[in-house]
């Protein structure tokens, strides 16, 4: 869930992955963590370059090894708190499959129980690649925040060449 930003900096997936696992290896000790990260910023990657989701899970499939198959809803019923990345990655990455907005991907994240906030940060970074946020809820989001984080807000948006609000 530390990644999230990594997947919105980079013009190759090669270069995406290359950084976040650098980056992920700081706080992840573990190969399972660092592939989570990895496929995390993949996902984020292939989003928000116009890819279809059929063609981020077969992505997903292919590098990482995920089982994808099962669905939010039969998922709901094995509920038990999980923090590590091979229970965290199959319901985020479900979540986003299932999700059909930015905000029912979260959803979904949040319903799984479990670790909850990693699961709903995971899934929202990538329905964000994918979908964006809606600019209501930004706006909300934004209006809440003190002033020395609007100005780290300010200067990623620079970096990447967007506005903040």
């Given at each position: ?16 992955r ?31 370059t116009?890819?279809?989701k ?5 992505y ?14 039969e998922?709901r ?7 590590t990345?091979m229970d965290t990655?199959?319901?985020?990455l479900?979540?986003f499959?299932d999700g ?10 949040v319903s799984?129980?479990?670790d ?10 990538m ?37 903040a609000?």
């Amino acid at each position: 869930m530390r990644v999230a930003s990594v997947g919105w900096l980079y013009n190759s997936i090669e270069r995406t992955r290359e950084v976040v696992r650098a980056t992920a290896e700081v706080s992840h000790n573990h190969p399972e963590g660092i592939k989570g990260a990895e496929c995390t910023a993949a996902v984020q990657f292939l989003g928000r370059t116009g890819h279809s989701k059929e063609e981020i899970k077969a992505y997903v499939v292919r590098e990482f090894g995920y089982d994808v198959t099962p669905t939010v809803e039969e998922l709901r019923p094995l509920h038990r708190h999980d923090e590590t990345c091979m229970d965290t990655m199959p319901k985020a990455l479900s979540s986003f499959f299932d999700g059909t907005s930015y905000e029912d991907t979260v959803r979904n994240a949040v319903s799984l129980g479990g670790d909850a906030d990693t699961i709903a940060a995971i899934a929202g970074a990538m329905a964000e690649c994918f979908y964006g946020i809606p600019g209501s809820m930004k706006e909300q989001c934004i209006s809440m925040l003190p002033q020395d984080m609007l100005q780290v807000l300010d200067r990623f948006a620079r970096v990447l060449g967007a506005e903040a609000q």
